[in-house]
């Protein structure tokens, strides 16, 4: 090596550095690759994509053949640069060439190629793994060696490099993907993933319509006003009982009474014949099961009961299907049918309206693991039956409550 002339000694060293920042650079870029891209880029069958989660699958191997490389690499360029110290500038060129040279691969062979691997890491990794691949096979017995005795280390240490570790997102991980996704993902479709992910974390008695509030049959009417509300529902289906719900006799669909209806020939026997049995459901079932027992029972509507056996309030397939795409609405001002605009800007909402429904029509963040309705949030944060007029700051938010209905709430303004 000390035959060859100055000018090939500089030509090895150069080429020793390029190869420093391949192997530097490459070993970022591996190591930067997100899994989940990875994956739809074997699916495409992008070159070297395979290649590059075969060798992510032991990155000790991995490691151990890059830093092999890179470290050999390294040492002989520092023999090549003594030798040109020694003929330029003899023992004294000696320091120099080794300062000069720590700034050179410092800069030129791990800062520069490390950055750049990092901003864009698949435009080197899958050339790398092409590389790799063969090297490791060539290179296996000393790589394995070098394993060995760095694995053997880490026991030492308690640390077990042969577990299998799960690489899967979490719900919670997933959500925050999908919010900081930018403009990668429309907002409509991100709303829908998000909802997507809330039926997991949400019940059905976080969206019913309680008791209070079900349009349904009472037999007990009479049977021209039993007649009027099935001419005048907006709903598809509806229950039918004796006197009050707990005393639930079934479910109608309107459709089946078409015809009594044309006739004017409603008959109490034969509505009860015509409707279906109850479904009763537990009022902590989550939605996303509630939503695949829907599909499995053939049902769209259902009782929600508590661990008593006591009716809390009716949940439909819309009801679930709306958490996910939104209200069947195009105006944003009516977002929720529970909330009206006011000319002068202020808002009047019904104190009925569920709280994740409030959250989510005027984007509020107000807590949802207590009362799942505005009236009973109120009740709670003021421990007391306020009267019309109060004035109250609940998280925040500035409320006045307008109207009472009994001991319930039923109607807040807000600006």
Known sequence: MTDLSINALFGILVLLIILSAFFSGSETALMRLNRYRLLHHIKNKRLGAELAHKLLQRPDRLIGLILLGNNFINIFASSIATIIALKLYGESGIAIAAGLLTFIILIFSEVAPKTWAAFHPERLAFPAAIIYTPLLKVLYPIVWLINSLSNQLLKLFGININQNTVDSMQTDELRTVVTEAGELIPSQHKAMLLGILDLEHSTVEDIMTPTNEINGIDLSDDINEIEKQLLNSSYSNLPIFNENIDNIQGVIRIKDVTSMLFKHNINIKELAKLSANPYFIPNNTSLYQQLINFQKNKRRF???????????????????????????????????????????????????????????????????????????????????????????????????????????IKLIKTL
């Open 302 to 408: 259902a009782m929600v009961v508590n661990e008593y056996g006591v009716i809390l309030g009716i949940i439909t397939l819309q009801d679930v299907l709306e958490v996910v795409i939104g209200e069947f609405t195009t105006d944003p001002s009516d977002s929720s049918p529970d909330i009206q605009r006011k000319d002068d800007g202020s808002l009047l909402i019904s104190a009925n309206i569920t709280i994740r429904e409030l959250n989510r029509s005027l984007n509020w963040d107000l807590p949802t693991s207590g009362p799942k309705t505005l009236n009973g949030l109120i009740i709670e944060y003021l421990e007391a039956i306020p009267e019309p007029g109060t004035s109250l700051k609940l998280y925040n938010r500035p409320l006045e409550i307008i109207q009472m209905e009994g001991n319930a």
